[in-house]
């Protein structure tokens, strides 16, 4: 049967071409009467929810349910789904871009079903709804804007993070209509409400309402198109006018000479507007021209970016204008080249010699030629179009010499995924327009919602996609609805699933939980490779040993902490402890985090837990030297050692202990007794302290008592000696016969103190024990040359001397000197 020319469904309205497309028939049951219920479509060619109109009068019939729900078809009439409803009388029904369905009540309330399988998140509106009630709601890409009773408006931005937001008021009077212009086409990025009051509109955003002053309403209807550069305002008295958004142009108006209100007023697309009746639909060019469209049932409007959805009870139909590109090949008298290529494969399927001279005709044109019957070819909605304009393209580029096809081969790819989803099981009527704004991901996502996975797989396939989510949507889907027992489940999904890298079993297992089905997720969670996805559900699912043991095979220390914290708030002490200690990772984990954070209690009890007594010692002994008197650093002690009291491996530090409680009451009396503080001191610091304070005997008091080195006392002493520039007391030392650190010690630090006279009386005491002739250098450091030179003299160090000799100057007092003293012994040079 040869197919019907495209332009027989073409009729004009002004200079422009609109055709109206049937898409699908025979949609719904001859007893479901559209004219009783509330009817929402969802975009780019998405599901249609029905509810019955509570306000209007039904008479029963036997196949109808008692029972309010809410349907949901596809646009060629399949059922997807019935949402049993008793929520409340429904103020509002819609849809989201990404199609989640809205549904309103009076009360405010808010149900945003997330696919089409019946799982939902539900809000309030707040903002006074509950009082006054839901009157209207108008519904956006990711929004809503509610009309309350009172008269007030409540915006909702996001449904994923819903904050109603009140808008502020109206002037007093009647609300006669409203509608919203999208955030997306406004100045202030949000969203802005036109509302009909008296003869005026006000334009209402988030901070303020303005007047734009008109003299010609009250207005039935407003609408605004699809690029929120327009609106229609539709008057009581049956007049259309069409005005810019900013309200500084008035573009047309036309009398549709009916004083009865339409049930619609849309944009279809953002060149005409389409106003429809019970069964008759009118669609209004930029000049007041008109076509009309009757049908034989009631008729519903559903609204698209690119076009009107006309829905009857027989059939779906789009209502478009005709695109740019079907326009040059197809309409009447055309002369494009477009059109002549096309009738060129036409000739040359009949084998006529006139393909040819068509070809040559329009060879300088010939490349446009090509790329408008590959466009119109993407807008033809008849396969048996679709295969002529690509043929014709086809034999355009194959005359060309250079031509790039890469245009050609995606739009015969588009047409198959098109063709295939618009088939009448499936009920996606795209048009390539809303194709390209839906994206194909998304496409495959509404797929998914419809448990398509077969047809799901193929389009990814052929689009080169990655198909992980639709083998994880499928994997969920069978744990949620499918039969059998939790084995046979899981066996099922893992030998589908196996050798399928990326597949996220932590999102079929969370699906199995929520469901009820904790085994079959901890089943599934096994399979999953990456702990990080398997841990956080298993701690939702109470399974905290299998978490921890997860984190720790894992090797990652960040996740066995986070584990840790959460068994930590949820479990008591002995519990927690039990759990870490019998995992070394963990303990060890847990043992440096509570260091770190100087938590001592739990570090004690872990120590407790694992009879480690020495470590828990060392808890104690760190507490000891933060406390703030030496009775409490006291105590901590006698703890610390009351913990290691019976182990004989800890002797040693048993006996640390103790002396230092015996340090800290020596402190404690030496503070009391010479109002000076010494807690806190080492016994090092304290006999050094001492020292410097002339208590000598309390000194070596100390220094007996806690077994102070015989060198170590000797450096002490040294040391607080020069500090307090005892000199006598240096030079009584001086006299000893030895000294247990030599000699050197005293020369250097009475030198560096800045005393080189008592320096010098400790060079012959070192003797000894230097490298010959370093007495010369000690002597000369000390400034004393002559001394020096006498040194080098014994020593027999003619090289020493001469030098000395030289640094004095022969001529000086202290070189003649020098001199004198190497008479006979050196021959002058």
Known sequence: M?????????????????????????????????????????????????????????????????TPSVDIYSLAGNLLR??????????????????????????????????????????SLGNGADEYGVHSVQFYSHGFVALLENNAFVSLSSYDEPRPKLLPSVPEGDIHS??????????????????????????????????????????????????????????????????????????????????????????????????????????????????????????????????????????????????????????PGTPSPAAVLLDAIEQLEHESPKADDNIQRIRPSLVEAVDVCVSAAGQEPNVHWQKQLLKAASFGKSVLDIYNSDDFVDMCEILRVLNAVRFYKIGFPLSHDQYIRLTPERLIGRLLNRHEYLLALRVAGYL????????????????????????SVCLSIIDR??????????????????????????????????????????MNMEEDDLALD???????????LSVLRSLRRKLPLSGFLR?????????????????????????????????????????????????????TASDKLALAGKVISDSKEASFELHAIKEAQGLLRMQEALTRDLTDEFVGLSVNETVYKLYRLGFGPRAKKTISEFKVGERTAAWLRLRALVAKRDWGELEEVGKARRSCIGWEPYYNALLQAGNPRLAATFVPKCASSVEQGQTIVMYEKCGLRVKAAEEAVRLKDAESWIRLLDAAGRQSVEGREIEDLGQGVFRSR
Request: hydrophobic share 35%; glycine share 8%.
């Open 2 to 66: 040869e197919a019907e020319h495209p332009t027989e469904t073409w009729e004009r309205v002004g200079d422009k071409f609109y055709r109206k497309v049937t898409q699908f028939t025979e949609l719904f049951s001859q007893d479901i009467e559209l004219d009783n219920y509330i009817i929402s479509g969802a975009p780019y060619g998405g599901a249609v929810a029905l509810y019955r109109d509570e306000t209007k009068l039904q008479q029963f019939k036997a196949p109808m349910s008692k």
């Open 82 to 123: 019935q949402i049993p409803w008793d929520r409340g009388q429904i103020k509002g029904l819609g849809w989201s871009e990404d199609e989640k369905l809205l549904i309103i009540t009076t009360d405010g309330s808010v149900r945003c079903y997330n696919d089409l399988q019946g799982d939902f998140t539900q809000f």
């Open 178 to 331: 409203w509608t919203i212009i999208p955030p997306a086409y406004t100045l202030s990025r949000g969203v802005e409400v036109l509302v009909s009051v008296g003869s005026t509109v006000y334009t209402i955003d988030a901070t303020e309402c303005e007047d734009r002053f008109l003299d010609i309403g009250p207005f039935s209807h407003l609408t605004v198109s699809p690029n929120g550069k327009y609106a229609a305002l539709y008057t009581t008295t049956g007049h259309a006018h069409v005005i810019t958004t900013d309200f500084q142009s008035r573009l047309s108006e036309h009398d549709s000479k009916s004083r009865i209100p339409p049930e619609y007023v849309l944009w279809c697309g953002n060149d005409a507007v389409v106003t429809s009746w019970e069964d008759e639909v009118n669609v209004i060019g930029p000049n007041g021209n008109v076509a009309r469209y009757f049908y034989n049932n009631r008729v519903h409007l559903i609204p698209e970016h690119d076009g009107v959805r006309l829905l009857t009870i027989d059939s779906c139909d789009f209502l478009q204008r005709v695109p740019s590109s079907s326009s040059q090949v197809f309409a």
């Open 464 to 487: 080169k996609l990655s198909n992980d989510r639709i083998y994880t949507h499928w994997a969920a889907a069978k744990v949620k609805y499918g039969t059998g027992d939790d084995d």
């Open 497 to 538: 699933l196996a050798g399928k890298p990326g597949i996220s079993f932590e999102a079929i297992a969370r699906a199995a939980y929520d469901e009820g089905r904790g085994r079959l997720a901890t089943q599934l969670l096994n399979h999953e490779p990456r702990a990080g996805r398997q841990v956080p559900l298993l």
């Open 550 to 560: 997860k984190a720790v095979e894992s090797g990652d220390s960040d996740l066995v």
């Open 579 to 631: 759990a870490v200690s019998a995992r070394p990772l963990a303990s060890a984990l847990i043992e440096a985090q509570a260091a770190r954070e100087g938590d001592a209690a739990l570090l004690k009890d872990l120590y407790y837990q694992d009879d480690r007594r020495l470590d828990g010692a060392r808890v104690f002994v760190s507490e000891s030297l933060r406390q703030p008197t030496p009775r």
